[in-house]
DNA sequence: TATGTAAATGAAAGTCATTTTCATTATCTC
DNA sequence: GAGATAATGAAAATGACTTTCATTTACATA
């Protein structure tokens, strides 16, 4: 039985595509960003990409770690999460539709959520003349984990 | 029949009440950005506040209307609303309840949303071992003035 | 109504994530 | 290959806050 491939490789070659129809060049260093992306657990922050993206390509700049999440994000091959307090933090979007966050005030783990009860508020916009194109809906709280340390600690 | 008193000027009599009640003080300073932050039309910047707030108190500083805004969401009088930037806007919370904004993306105007479906998605944050402390959503597109203009250039 | 004390203020300096500038380099079209 | 133009990165700029600290002020207490 043949060892199937590993699946990033070939999503990777399809960004790569998507990114090159809409107009951008392919260069190493936006599939270094591209390939420290998709290997990070979850949701992190454009200077923790650009560390991961280094070890891929040394030389990467900052700089152009976000002009590249900026890309992504306007292409729709990528998603922001707004922290607590402003900070944002980027994802891949590995399928088609969007989706939203859980993130915990203590620890910053971000849980997804598959869930979006939005329609009803976009109907609720139009009422008030606006025409909807995006949203964002996060949730704060604390995780079991972090919950489960402070019972401890009592 | 009497002249009825304008409405806001009790209503600040009670949001200086319950800023005292919860330890602070009461200053010339607070009492310029409370009534400021009442006249606003919407939510607004602190910076925006600061102009207004110093037609009252004009040796206002900027400082402190970034601490007195602190300490009214603290206690919960007044609410943020984030725009697509990051970028923070105030506004005091006349009732009880919270209501979440529809943001133009091209003016900046921010309008009011009563609705607030988030309970259902609360639940979902239960599935997933968190415990939902806060949340925010907004909405953002186009009001109806940005779209007439636009269709006018064109 | 004084007085002591802790809170509040504001000018200046600091922070920090992100953006801009601009000279150089690399991709892609022909 | 050559040329046009998009992309890169080092350095500097930005901007929205926050911190520091010397000074002023509110208000609890006497
Ligand atoms: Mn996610
Ligand atoms: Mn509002
Ligand atoms: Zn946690
Ligand atoms: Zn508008």
């Known amino acids: 039985m043949p060892r199937s491939r590993a699946p990033s490789e070939p999503r990777l070659e399809g ?4 990114l090159r129809t809409a107009g951008h060049r392919i260069t190493a260093q936006r599939k270094a960003v ?3 992306l998709a290997g990070m657990g979850c949701a992190c922050g454009a200077e923790d990409i650009h560390a991961r993206a280094r070890r891929i390509y040394p030389r990467l700049g900052l700089v152009t770690v976000y002009r590249t999440l900026g890309a992504l994000v306007r292409e729709g091959l990528a998603q922001t ?4 307090d402003g900070r944002i933090r980027y994802e891949l979007r590995d399928d088609g539709r969007h989706h939203h966050h859980l993130v915990c005030l203590s620890c910053g783990a971000i849980a997804r959520l598959e869930t ?3 329609g009803p508020l976009q109907q609720a916009g139009r009422r008030r ?8 809906l996060e949730l704060f709280g604390y995780c079991g984990d972090c919950r489960s340390l402070e019972r401890e600690a009592r």
């Open 81 to 84: 999460v707004q922290l607590d």
């Open 34 to 36: 591209l390939r420290a």
């Open 129 to 136: 003349g606006f025409t909807v194109t995006a949203h964002r």
């Open 15 to 18: 960004r790569l595509r998507r």
């Open 116 to 118: 979006c009860a939005v």
